[in-house]
């Protein structure tokens, strides 16, 4: 079992930056792939981007790609999400997820077996 707590998230105005923050508990974190979706109000949680056990491949959505980067520290069970040049289309909660499965890509979100709480990111234009 992976429990996972992201944070990070908060107000910034269009162009700004965050850094997303997805703590894992557990066991075999270094080997799950870890991702991010977000959901705004009314909406259906959609990818975002994903990063491979090793941080050797990422994946993004088209509507981030540029902007965004995936990292982890397998060290410290943590995976990251550094946003930049934020939008206001960018405002939602953000999942952080993993999967153990081993499968790439993963951009459904029925592949991911754990959800963190979610941290809320609001861009004002």
């Known amino acids: 079992q992976v429990q996972l707590v992201d944070s990070g998230g908060g107000l910034v105005q269009a162009g700004g930056s965050l850094r997303l923050s997805c703590g894992a508990s557990?066991?075999?974190?270094?080997?799950?792939?870890m991702g991010w979706f977000h959901q705004a109000p009314g909406k259906e949680r959609e990818f975002v981007a994903a990063i491979s056990w090793n941080g050797r491949t990422t994946d993004y959505a088209d509507s981030v790609k540029g902007r965004f980067t995936a990292s982890r520290d397998n060290a410290k069970n943590t995976a990251y999400l550094q946003m930049n040049s934020l939008k206001p289309a960018d405002t939602a909660v953000y999942y952080c997820?993993?999967?153990?499965?081993?499968?790439?890509?993963?951009?459904?979100?029925?592949?991911?077996?754990?959800w963190g709480q979610g941290t809320q990111v609001t861009v004002s234009s």
């Open positions: 557990g066991r075999t974190f270094s080997r799950y792939t």
């Open positions: 997820v993993a999967d153990g499965s081993g499968r790439w890509p993963l951009r459904n979100a029925i592949a991911y077996d754990y």
